[in-house]
């Protein structure tokens, strides 16, 4: 169960990251969607590596194959296979950590609950075990889109360490701006600041963080679980379980703590049949269920735990060394992590659609 | 499945706010553990309103009957079922919320979703819900705390609103400092200017918010799954699905993405036969896998959204108007929160524990 | 787990025989269903003891309680709660197996398992348990036939030990006809000799057992799923899980081997605009899905594993020693069975039905 | 969810028969387990097409590739994914299927049901989606044989048609007499005239049926559980979900209500420190749950749909019209379900041991 996650949209991705190659089966997508595995390839192009020089030059195609459950470009109910082969491995650069963990990597809490590991690479904890999650949502997506036209999902480099996206930028962010520089940040100008301060700790070996903010648009009222499958929780798990993510917050977050309830509360007014609300401290979501506005979170990443410089550890058999990493890594996940929260988002949102429309109806 | 969760230890939470009762069934807690309805009924003593001037006045005894599940005094393997009866209802407080929606509550989410609600208490989004939590959570604490016996969770408020707990009063909380005022903070001295602050807002018929923070201790390393059931991920899950929450950070959390990798990474070394980390901004899991130091977390709560101030909202048949709410509501949730935040990483982490001894073996 | 079942319409019952009670919670009702107790005690009376002279005369009023998810007649969509409290408890009938393990029944192998059991009553493994399943069948009833106005769900005896209802009878059973005697058969000839098969087993402390089949009408094409969750795999899960139970056959089942293709087949006809099959050896359902035919299906119950007659067997210290039962037994469990073969049925077709209005829409 | 199974050892079969090609990933695989891709492919040998002259003469070499989860020999946790392409494909025989319904098959049910189909060799209805639960099934057997080192499940022909393997040979049957005959019964003189029979009807463009039996040794006591996921419920889901199943009886089956309660029951004897029933009617099974006996089942399997012969049917635009099938299918498919049996049975008691480890301990 450790790899698979949905309800009636369920996806089980496997593959670790030197071995023969990363996937995902998704079971439960409804039949007669229209899919193409360009759809697919479009979304791993995003996450690819090497994609820039702000990402690890790691060279790997990420070429899709659908294996099942799609014929004449249309999906038929039954379970979609997709298969991207590894390709560019080279293990050798794993050779010291075959015995030294690496700090605040997943190496030594691998071996301490399987008793093994995968070394080269990494295995799943390496990124490309997201490959499997953005396919799976490259389809959520055309489900989502084909029942629900206005459904846009948006995710942005808010900042990187301490370089913020003017407030200006925030306000109303479009997919051609993000997708315009290769931080995928919502203001251009910080974007250059972004990169230069990318490409200096990349210089020392050294890696940085920041957070990514998402806008959900065209999510009707009414999705989302009272209890313990609220949208806003599922969303968080599905945040966290992405690698590196430290935080999760929801329209007003940590900050609305500083507010009081007069304050904070999102006044409802009509607009025209719809029910609406002035502001949204809630973030498009009130007890667990959508309301129709737009849904907004962010995520904090942590700088890549993988650093080109002399670190203090010890090895798999309980002596202190030191460790300076190599092999090819991001000195920041967050480009590349936009995407990842988009397919995360659309493999949420289609989870609880389809399960409103089986509880309740359509 | 909307209130239902865990893998192997798996609660099901049922009952509205005004109607018959609350309770829960437990599915899948092992046999032979010692549990009396004592051991729940302490917890629920201590998420119950009416227990401090700071709480609701509201009157439930929030006596618990175990139904199943237990013979002299020990598990049985079998379901536990708990009943906990309402008792102080008053519907007649509701009269004006059946048409007018609370804003940033659940009112008109719950109407958009199912096409009905249970108006009278708020049905399934009142804090009521959290008693089959609370009661599920002390189980699970019986059963971890007797295989694990270094076992340990404390919550404790950080902040209400703007008023902090000193620097020095959250290096190493404790229990009795914890409980022994009615804010449940670390610092009894920042309590009284938090107790000030509540009562305040309620003489305004306002409400506050703030932070709680979380330190779980003897988590043995290897808890926790590699990809989407990640500790944390489910941890984030269970601290957003409680009622009020807006955010959640494990370790360094959002401050962490200030840091460069090198600053961040907490290095291994060898304490006698154990690998422990120098820093801990990991917040003890790496990888989505525990690795032994302590899980330190904290959760955002919102402001209360039911003020008794007027406000603008719309009616449930379309029509602009306000509302200033009546009935007995807490200024501010975190105090009753506490036990809540406990209880949800009681239940995640026994889940964790016994899918571990499932896979690997104990 | 052990005591859930359901993806969509998921159900979780707990209670001992001998215990406070026993009961069910239902996780995702469909909201606005009308639903009164009268609907469930209607169920539960047609399983509960002492209802005629062939049943125990354990003396249970079995009066449900709806604790939740219902209000002013109407579901909310919410978990419902039932409660059923136990009266007649005699556990001192129960001294002597307190040690020695009843041929046949499930003392030994909870005792295996868990290393613990409910000696009185026989816990979890009581049919007091199916007081649970009946309730939630009735609901799923409520909801079907909400939707599916000519789904209809018989079940009926066909034997009793060896004297079979008639062929004739068969065809075409009637509800009025079945429930107009006390063994629940739809042939009120037979009925005659089976009652006074199953009174003499009773005066001898014996147990006879039989086979009950059941039709489902107005079951629409198009439910079920492909590979594991097969209807008819649902099904046969659904019986075997009834206490007693030890074989299912569906359409022409084990005599369906002795037949070749050709004659085995099913040929398709057009009625007007509806596919029809010419004969029904496929029992409603090919290739995990519904047809559109009566699903047809039959059951084996053994003989009641709790004879008053003296049989050899060990006690939980691993002493061989014999052992008369005591207590008040079902001398046959099929006139009590057959409500219970309903509810299951229900339970498994609307967890379908939902299933597939969330996967492809109604 | 149509295509996942198992709750801790949880398999997600994929592929469509004339797709690129058929797998599986498992999720929940124990670290360290020995793992050959030889283990594997040994089965997959035995439930391939073409490997006798009873079988369909499909040419499928069936070649396993491990994809995922293992290293150097060893399990490591991860999920495994596992591909066999599919090669000899021959669209053309399906032309006239395109639009007339087989009787008896799947072709008009997932049409109703999705409204699309894979109308070349099947799609999912298609024996080699077996192939997935046939390699997780290998896997779930080496997991078993490393801790139950008594564990051995072997399935055999019972009848084909009319024809019976002797009781002598059904009373202690050995896997070298099963496979050192095509049909794979425990009778080698039965053995000739049931290939004799299945020669004749393939000969005449029909098919024919039987029933296999399945014994279970070395599985200890207490695995299983009480209500919903009865040992003997998840088995009978698990046959009843494999292709042409048409019933499912464990111990003494049908003919068991025959007897009475007294001639019934298995009574108990200690056997130097082991817990022993004189008869095993039960099957290995009591109350849901594993008494340490051998586990005895028996599986009805109808004659293959697909008949050679001209028969009745519709077209998927509701008219009526008449088809005799083309293409390469078994006459008699119980040879090659000899190996599924197994499988689903590997898969069944691994998922049940893993749980009652993490329920109970080892």
Same mark, same amino acid.
């Given at each position: 169960?450790?790899?698979?996650?949905?309800?009636?949209?369920?996806?089980?991705? $496997?593959? !670790?990251?030197?071995?023969?190659?990363?996937?995902?089966?998704?079971?439960?997508?409804?039949? =007669?969607?229209?899919?193409?595995?360009?759809?697919?390839?479009?979304?791993?192009?995003?996450?690819?590596?090497?994609?820039?020089?702000?990402?690890?030059?790691?060279?790997?195609?990420?070429?899709?194959?659908?294996?099942?459950?799609?014929?004449?470009?249309?999906?038929?109910?039954?379970?979609? %296979?997709?298969?991207?082969?590894?390709?560019?491995?080279?293990?050798?650069?794993?050779?010291?950590?075959?015995?030294?963990?690496?700090?605040?990597?997943?190496?030594?809490?691998?071996?301490?609950?399987?008793?093994?590991?995968?070394?080269?690479?990494?295995?799943?904890?390496?990124? =490309?075990?997201?490959?499997?999650?953005?396919?799976? %949502?490259?389809?959520?997506?055309?489900?989502?889109?084909?029942?629900?036209?206005?459904? !846009?999902?948006?995710?942005?480099?808010?900042?990187?360490?301490?370089? !913020?996206?003017?407030?200006?930028?925030?306000?109303?962010?479009?997919?051609?701006?993000?997708?315009?520089?290769?931080?995928?940040?919502?203001?251009?100008?910080?974007?250059?600041?972004?990169?230069?301060?990318?490409?200096?700790? =990349?210089?020392?070996?050294?890696?940085?963080?920041?957070?990514?903010?998402?806008?959900?648009?065209?999510?009707?009222?009414?999705?989302?679980?009272?209890?313990?499958?609220?949208?806003?929780?599922?969303?968080?798990?599905?945040?966290?379980?992405?690698?590196?993510?430290?935080?999760?917050?929801?329209?007003?977050?940590?900050?609305?703590?500083?507010?009081?309830? =007069?304050?904070?509360?999102?006044?409802?007014?009509?607009?025209?049949?719809?029910?609406?609300?002035?502001?949204?401290?809630?973030?498009?979501?009130?007890?667990?269920?959508?309301?129709?506005?737009?849904?907004?979170?962010?995520?904090?990443?942590?700088?890549?735990?993988?650093?080109?410089?002399?670190?203090?550890?010890?090895?798999?058999? %309980?002596?202190?060394?030191?460790?300076?990493?190599?092999?090819?890594?991001?000195?920041?996940?967050?480009?590349?992590?936009?995407?990842?929260?988009?397919?995360?988002?659309?493999?949420?949102?289609?989870?609880? $659609?389809?399960?409103?429309?089986?509880?309740?109806?359509?």
């Amino acid at each position: 169960m450790s790899s698979s996650l949905g309800v009636l949209y369920r996806i089980s991705t $496997w593959g !670790e990251s030197h071995g023969a190659g990363v996937g995902v089966v998704i079971d439960g997508c409804p039949p =007669r969607i229209p899919l193409n595995v360009e759809d697919i390839q479009a979304e791993l192009d995003r996450r690819r590596p090497g994609q820039s020089k702000i990402t690890t030059p790691r060279k790997e195609d990420d070429k899709a194959e659908i294996l099942s459950g799609v014929v004449d470009g249309l999906t038929l109910g039954s379970p979609i %296979g997709i298969l991207v082969r590894n390709t560019d491995q080279r293990p050798s650069a794993y050779t010291e950590m075959q015995q030294a963990y690496r700090p605040s990597h997943a190496d030594y809490t691998y071996d301490a609950k399987f008793g093994i590991r995968a070394v080269s690479g990494g295995g799943r904890a390496s990124a =490309r075990e997201t490959i499997g999650r953005v396919a799976a %949502g490259a389809i959520a997506r055309k489900i989502l889109t084909s029942s629900l036209p206005d459904y !846009e999902c948006l995710a942005y480099v808010k900042t990187i360490q301490g370089i !913020e996206a003017s407030a200006a930028s925030l306000e109303n962010p479009q997919a051609e701006v993000i997708e315009s520089n290769i931080v995928r940040t919502c203001d251009p100008e910080a974007a250059v600041r972004m990169v230069e301060l990318i490409e200096a700790a =990349r210089g020392e070996g050294n890696s940085v963080g920041g957070i990514i903010e998402c806008v959900v648009r065209g999510v009707p009222p009414g999705l989302g679980e009272p209890v313990f499958d609220k949208l806003e929780a599922d969303l968080a798990k599905a945040m966290l379980s992405l690698p590196a993510t430290k935080g999760f917050e929801i329209g007003s977050g940590f900050a609305g703590t500083l507010l009081s309830g =007069r304050e904070h509360n999102d006044e409802f007014y009509m607009d025209q049949q719809k029910v609406r609300t002035r502001t949204n401290r809630s973030g498009g979501i009130q007890g667990g269920i959508s309301n129709g506005e737009d849904i907004v979170f962010r995520v904090a990443f942590k700088p890549t735990a993988t650093v080109l410089i002399e670190q203090n550890t010890v090895t798999n058999d %309980g002596q202190d060394t030191t460790l300076s990493a190599r092999g090819r890594h991001d000195p920041c996940v967050l480009p590349r992590a936009v995407p990842m929260v988009e397919a995360m988002v659309h493999l949420v949102v289609v989870d609880h $659609w389809l399960r409103q429309r089986g509880q309740v109806g359509a």
